[in-house]
């Protein structure tokens, strides 16, 4: 739903303004997103987290940098992929795996979506970070242990893959060309 919603914003642009953002046009998954400012040092700090993302963690997120909700050792990972959602105006899904302290498991999906503010790219994120199902213990013991399981980037249709990634057209032709055993037997 968020997808949709920035991906009808953004039109033709590679990202929608941050101005154009309408809390009351995603009302229903509000509570799970967030708006990221990207700082001097390219660090992504939360300026705005949704009560359930809260919840998630037993805290206000305002002012805290992304990747520090990950282990120091996967830190780097993190900034990684909020450095391709930035500097290739492109969005990101990655599969999460978090964790209490007690131990509960709970998987999880987050979104990363390029925003610009004032005209200027490499200036906000908008994205969440929702559980794929809700668990009985969410608000009262935190997740204090995350960690990314998958991730894949998501390119904004029309827009063309970067040069390593195209596929030669003849060759993709011929992936998609399937032929059926048939015709008449004499």
Same mark, same amino acid.
Request: proline letters at 9%; hydrophobic letters at 45%.
């Given at each position: 739903m968020l997808f949709s919603y920035w991906d009808g914003l953004r039109g033709a642009r590679a990202a929608p303004e941050r101005g154009e953002i309408e809390p009351g046009e995603i009302r229903h998954i509000l509570a799970d997103t967030f708006v990221l400012e990207i700082d001097p040092a390219r660090r992504a700090v939360f300026r705005l987290g949704g009560t359930r993302l809260c919840a998630l963690f037993g805290r206000e997120l305002k002012g805290e940098p992304l990747h520090g909700l990950w282990p120091a050792d996967a830190q780097d990972e993190m900034q990684h992929l909020i450095d391709i959602v930035v500097d290739e105006t492109a969005g990101?899904?990655?599969?999460?795996? $978090?964790?209490?302290?007690?131990?509960?498991?709970?998987?999880?999906?987050?979104?990363?979506? *390029?925003?610009?503010?004032?005209?200027?790219?490499?200036? %906000?994120?908008?994205?969440?970070?929702? *559980?794929?199902?809700?668990?009985?213990?969410?608000?009262?013991?935190?997740?204090?242990?995350? %960690?990314?399981?998958?991730?894949?980037?998501?390119?904004?249709? $029309?827009?063309?893959? *970067?040069?390593?990634?195209q596929v030669d057209e003849a060759v993709e032709r011929r992936r998609r060309l399937v032929l059926y055993r048939g015709g008449r037997q004499v």
């Open positions: 990101l899904v990655a599969g999460i795996a $978090g964790e209490t302290a007690a131990g509960d498991g709970l998987r999880l999906e987050l979104l990363l979506l *390029p925003l610009r503010h004032g005209g200027k790219t490499h200036a %906000r994120v908008m994205g969440s970070l929702a *559980p794929a199902a809700a668990a009985p213990w969410i608000g009262f013991r935190p997740l204090t242990h995350l %960690r990314t399981v998958s991730h894949r980037v998501i390119w904004p249709s $029309g827009r063309p893959l *970067p040069r390593e990634t």
